[in-house]
């Protein structure tokens, strides 16, 4: 599966099934299939799908089996409703809520950080998008518990992984045995105190969707706190920088994939807040986001094959940075699909 194009290179950089990326490049060709109804693109989205591994092999692997299966199998299904895929997204759900912990209350996002950093439990951010999967299974014939698995890992996620300001954490790591929280840290972030941008953005999207399938009133008012700080933030032309408190601003990289990751979740939040000065303020700042993405600045355009570029995938580790990254594309095109969809929505009022 294509992963990312380096900023001196023109050619993708591909990865194997198991890699976290691997759902991207078939959700890609499902989005693509939704928005012209080609069946060419229908045909590969299947033909890349079926590559995937099985859930059922990798029971407990990791929290990316959400993003590996949802975004392609899941996406499949919604757009086909083929019952062979019904069945792997089930399987997959199972396979993440065996790495809940009741007496911590989230789901252990890492399990070879347990031993490689000596986190007991540690739970990132990022595995507030994976909830999804647990409350589509919950809906759709899987065990009824996944949904409470999702709801208590996003209140105990909203009690600790965020400081004063609402901006988040990478990482937090908890003791297994007592269930407290032992500390805040980051792992692809700046610094233990700073604000990730990619991080931040999957915080905005994954409260965002949480209070949609929760209608849970909490979640709305934390989406929009943890967006609020990141706005506030922004730089004029609203791409962050790769994290907020990067000391080389302004000449550090940016991340457009915190930036599409954002925009979709902002477009979506803008149909729940009931204010409507403020649910037209984050529908401006999402198509603002997008029209500056989709410049040429930050489209590649004629530049390499990957719709955007200037991504900052693992900056502390020296990859792909000011790269072309499969999951920035994703939510770019996810983002103009809900776009789209809003508008003739509006027009047919």
């Known amino acids: ?27 890609i060709l499902w989005y693509l299939y939704e928005g012209t109804q080609d069946r060419k693109w229908s045909s590969a989205a299947d033909r890349f799908t ?14 990316d089996v959400g993003f590996v299966l949802f975004n392609s199998y899941g996406n499949g299904y919604r757009l086909t409703g083929r019952s062979a895929y019904k069945k792997v997204i089930l399987q997959a759900a199972d396979s993440l809520a065996t790495l809940f912990n009741p007496k911590v209350g989230t789901i252990l996002s890492w399990p070879p950080m347990v031993k490689k950093m000596g986190w007991p439990h ?70 233990d105190s700073s604000m990730w941008a990619r991080g931040q953005s999957w915080a905005i999207y994954g409260f965002t969707m949480c209070y949609r399938e929760t209608h849970k009133s909490e979640f709305l008012s934390f989406a929009q706190k943890v967006a609020d700080i990141y706005l506030k933030r922004l730089p004029t032309d609203r791409i962050p920088y790769w994290d907020f408190n990067d000391p080389a601003i302004p000449n550090a990289p ?18 729940f807040v ?5 649910a037209v303020y984050y529908r401006k700042q999402a198509i603002a986001m997008l029209a500056e993405l989709s410049s040429a600045r930050y489209q590649s355009r004629d530049i390499n094959s990957a719709f955007l570029l200037h991504s900052t995938g693992h900056h502390p580790a020296g ?27 509006k027009r047919n009022l």
């Open 1 to 27: 599966m294509p992963r990312n194009i380096d900023y001196d290179r023109g050619e993708w950089r591909y990865v194997d099934n198991h890699d976290w990326c691997a759902g991207f490049w078939p959700g």
């Open 50 to 63: 079926r590559q995937l591994v099985p859930p059922g092999k990798q029971t407990g692997l990791d929290h």
């Open 122 to 191: 540690n739970t990132i951010i990022d595995n507030m998008i994976n909830l999804e999967l647990l409350f589509w299974a919950a809906k759709h014939g899987g065990n009824r518990s996944l949904c409470h698995i999702a709801v208590k890992h996003a209140e105990t996620t909203m009690q600790n992984h965020f400081r004063p300001d609402y901006s988040a954490y990478h990482v937090v790591v908890y003791d297994t045995v007592s269930g407290r929280k032992i500390k805040g840290v980051t792992h692809q972030g700046y610094a």
């Open 254 to 271: 940016r991340d457009a994939s915190a930036a599409a990751v954002t925009a979709s979740a902002l477009l979506e939040l803008s149909g």
């Open 274 to 278: 009931h204010n409507k000065v403020k």
């Open 319 to 345: 990859t792909e940075i000011d790269a072309s990254i499969i999951y920035a594309d994703y939510y770019y095109l996810e983002a103009l699909l809900r776009l789209q969809k809003s508008e003739k929505k």
